[in-house]
């Protein structure tokens, strides 16, 4: 095997967004220039979020190219244009599996198989968590990549490639345990478990919450700004509440005047928020496969109230592009979670069992990943946990703006 060529942050950037899309998006490449630039500062599937300008990738370019691991094309697309096709593939002579790996540890650092699984899916399918591995033990053998020393606290050790150094901002402390708690066995199955347990708690959840909102006044001032900014003339129009659980959210803001709609994954929960609320519009739904609503070019507010708690820090950037893209320009984004505290595990809730992961996320993270994600204003509140009220986190609440 050839020596392993080392490449700075710009350059492993350049090169997997060229892995990347060349099996993402056959048909637009190679990338122009500008498509280059695009995906390298996407603000989806990479980390850290980038600006590069197209002068620093052409010059980029230039430079692998010299170093023979990128090729500057002719391509005939009504005009002659300039197109970027990377060939490290070729040179390391990567198998598919191998390349799914390296992409992904290009465009996003260090990580643990369970991640690694879940990010690869558009790239190569892994049959289990037990495929990545032994895959990875097979690239170390061949020095492309190494395991990392274990953190206090994490349950997987984390992989990284040995291309070059890693992006000081690649691996923010908050990845560390919590994350691969909540993705040791992938999305996927999660996403399973999440369905499985609150379907299996939706009536004695549903009961506990019923008169959840009476004495939070924070919480109900909030609402209250939602529902008002629903029914503004300039940029008005209907709201939805993504894992809207047994729909009291939804129903107040519905009582407040707006055009609520909840959505929620966990098809018993839906079914209870219908029982409770029966004037109310309440679907099964994927918060990260959000659609523009059909009476209106976009949602005025997107509400993840309580609804982000299952996913893992390093999916947070991705689902609140999802949430994002379908809001109306000067629509909403507002958020609600607990914070500051280390994942935690439920085996049993309500007496029912039940496997759930419950993430907490810093705010310094998720003020960033919201700005990432294109929206603008943002305002931010941390309330302090009411013990009162039996509750063990504080709590933080964002609102941003979509230009």
């Given at each position: 095997m050839p020596d392993l060529p080392v490449l700075d942050a710009v350059e492993q950037r350049v090169l997997g967004s060229l892995l990347e899309k060349q099996v993402t998006v056959p048909a637009s490449y190679p990338l122009s220039l500008n498509g280059l630039r695009t995906a390298c500062n996407q603000t989806s599937s990479r980390e850290p979020v980038t600006d590069y300008d197209e002068h620093t990738v052409e010059q980029v370019g230039r430079r692998l190219k010299d170093r023979g691991l990128l090729r500057i094309v002719w391509a005939d697309t009504g005009r002659r244009t300039l197109k970027y096709h990377q060939v490290l593939d070729e040179v390391l002579d990567l198998a598919d599996d191998e390349r799914a790996l390296l992409t992904v540890l290009l465009l996003r650092g260090p990580q643990a198989p369970g991640e690694l699984r879940t990010r690869t899916d558009r790239l190569h399918v892994f049959a289990d968590r037990g495929a990545v591995e032994s895959t990875l033990a097979a690239m170390a053998e061949r020095g492309l990549v190494r395991e990392l020393p274990r953190r206090g606290g994490d349950r997987d050790a984390r992989w990284v490639h040995l291309l070059g150094d890693e992006p000081a901002a690649a691996a923010p402390a908050v990845e560390a345990g919590p994350v691969l708690d909540v993705l040791a066995d992938g999305a996927d199955a999660r996403d399973e478990r999440v369905r499985s347990s609150y379907d299996a708690v939706a009536t004695a959840y549903a009961d506990s919450l019923l008169t959840e909102l009476d004495g939070l006044p924070f919480e109900t001032w909030l609402l209250d700004r939602v529902a008002a900014h629903a029914d503004d003339d300039r940029v008005g129009g209907p709201v939805v509440e993504v894992g809207c659980g047994p729909g009291h959210v939804t129903a107040y803001l519905a009582d407040a005047g707006a055009d609520a709609t909840g959505?929620?994954?966990?098809?018993?929960?839906v079914a209870e928020a219908r029982r409770r609320f029966p004037d109310g519009a309440y679907e099964v739904g994927d918060l990260r496969r959000l659609m523009r609503p059909t009476t209106a070019p976009g949602w005025s507010a997107v509400l993840a109230w309580y609804s982000l708690i299952h996913l893992a820090p390093s999916e947070l950037p991705d689902a609140l592009v999802s949430l994002a893209r379908p809001i109306a320009p000067g629509g909403w984004l507002?958020?609600?979670?607990?914070?500051?505290?280390?994942?935690?595990?439920?085996?049993?809730?309500?007496?029912?069992?039940?496997?759930?992961?419950?993430?907490?996320?810093?705010?310094?993270h998720v003020v960033a990943s919201v700005e990432a994600a294109g929206l603008t204003d943002v305002e931010w509140y941390l309330r302090g946990r009411l013990a009162a009220r039996g509750e063990t986190s504080d709590r933080l609440y964002v609102v941003a703006r979509k230009r």
């Amino acid at each position: 095997m050839p020596d392993l060529p080392v490449l700075d942050a710009v350059e492993q950037r350049v090169l997997g967004s060229l892995l990347e899309k060349q099996v993402t998006v056959p048909a637009s490449y190679p990338l122009s220039l500008n498509g280059l630039r695009t995906a390298c500062n996407q603000t989806s599937s990479r980390e850290p979020v980038t600006d590069y300008d197209e002068h620093t990738v052409e010059q980029v370019g230039r430079r692998l190219k010299d170093r023979g691991l990128l090729r500057i094309v002719w391509a005939d697309t009504g005009r002659r244009t300039l197109k970027y096709h990377q060939v490290l593939d070729e040179v390391l002579d990567l198998a598919d599996d191998e390349r799914a790996l390296l992409t992904v540890l290009l465009l996003r650092g260090p990580q643990a198989p369970g991640e690694l699984r879940t990010r690869t899916d558009r790239l190569h399918v892994f049959a289990d968590r037990g495929a990545v591995e032994s895959t990875l033990a097979a690239m170390a053998e061949r020095g492309l990549v190494r395991e990392l020393p274990r953190r206090g606290g994490d349950r997987d050790a984390r992989w990284v490639h040995l291309l070059g150094d890693e992006p000081a901002a690649a691996a923010p402390a908050v990845e560390a345990g919590p994350v691969l708690d909540v993705l040791a066995d992938g999305a996927d199955a999660r996403d399973e478990r999440v369905r499985s347990s609150y379907d299996a708690v939706a009536t004695a959840y549903a009961d506990s919450l019923l008169t959840e909102l009476d004495g939070l006044p924070f919480e109900t001032w909030l609402l209250d700004r939602v529902a008002a900014h629903a029914d503004d003339d300039r940029v008005g129009g209907p709201v939805v509440e993504v894992g809207c659980g047994p729909g009291h959210v939804t129903a107040y803001l519905a009582d407040a005047g707006a055009d609520a709609t909840g959505l929620d994954l966990s098809p018993g929960m839906v079914a209870e928020a219908r029982r409770r609320f029966p004037d109310g519009a309440y679907e099964v739904g994927d918060l990260r496969r959000l659609m523009r609503p059909t009476t209106a070019p976009g949602w005025s507010a997107v509400l993840a109230w309580y609804s982000l708690i299952h996913l893992a820090p390093s999916e947070l950037p991705d689902a609140l592009v999802s949430l994002a893209r379908p809001i109306a320009p000067g629509g909403w984004l507002v958020l609600a979670l607990h914070a500051g505290l280390p994942a935690a595990h439920h085996d049993a809730w309500f007496d029912v069992p039940v496997d759930l992961d419950f993430a907490h996320h810093e705010r310094e993270h998720v003020v960033a990943s919201v700005e990432a994600a294109g929206l603008t204003d943002v305002e931010w509140y941390l309330r302090g946990r009411l013990a009162a009220r039996g509750e063990t986190s504080d709590r933080l609440y964002v609102v941003a703006r979509k230009r």
